[in-house]
């Protein structure tokens, strides 16, 4: 099993920020890998919107389909994720965005495990640089919007 905890602080507010990932349906847009991605349904429970969505990511040839549980709090400015469906045995995330300063703080976690141990394998060994790229694609993807 795989898993990664970081905290960094962005020149973005925490409202922006927890928008931009809360965005899923734009993810095809602006995520590196992520090919195309279908919210199969929508709900509320108080403030918090629940959403399931089927996402496609894809690399070269190798091609997977996934769907995710996502519950968006925008009073609390959190997200969780958690795979109800697919290629992982496990896949949860955690985006907390709390602000500081000018900017905010971006908390993420994720526990990955795929069911085949050669993704699992493939994936273990480019996971830093995968994460590096996803970092960077959501705080571009704010950047791009506050500049609007």
Same mark, same amino acid.
Request: proline share 3%; hydrophobic share 40%.
């Given at each position: ?21 809360? +965005? ?15 919210? =199969?349904?929508?709900? =509320?429970?108080?403030? =918090? +919107? ?29 997200? +969780?994720?958690? $795979? ?22 971006? +908390? ?22 995968? $994460? ?15 500049? =609007?």
């Amino acid at each position: 099993m795989t898993s990664h905890t970081e905290s960094r602080i962005v020149p973005y507010t925490a409202d922006l920020m927890y928008a931009v990932v809360a +965005d899923v349906e734009r993810y095809p847009e602006f995520l590196p890998w992520v090919t195309a991605l279908r919210v =199969k349904s929508r709900a =509320k429970d108080g403030a =918090k +919107d629940i959403l399931i969505a089927e996402m496609m990511v894809g690399y070269k040839a190798l091609r997977e389909r996934y769907t995710s549980r996502v519950i968006c709090d925008p009073e609390a400015r959190t997200i +969780d994720v958690e $795979q109800t469906e697919g290629v992982f045995r496990r896949l949860e995330n955690h985006w907390r965005f709390t602000p500081e300063g000018e900017g905010c703080r971006v +908390d993420f976690s994720i526990v990955f495990e795929f069911k085949s141990r050669l993704l699992n394998t493939v994936a273990g060994a480019a996971f830093a640089k995968v $994460q590096t790229h996803m970092s960077h694609a959501f705080e571009e993807r704010a950047r791009a919007l506050s500049s =609007k």
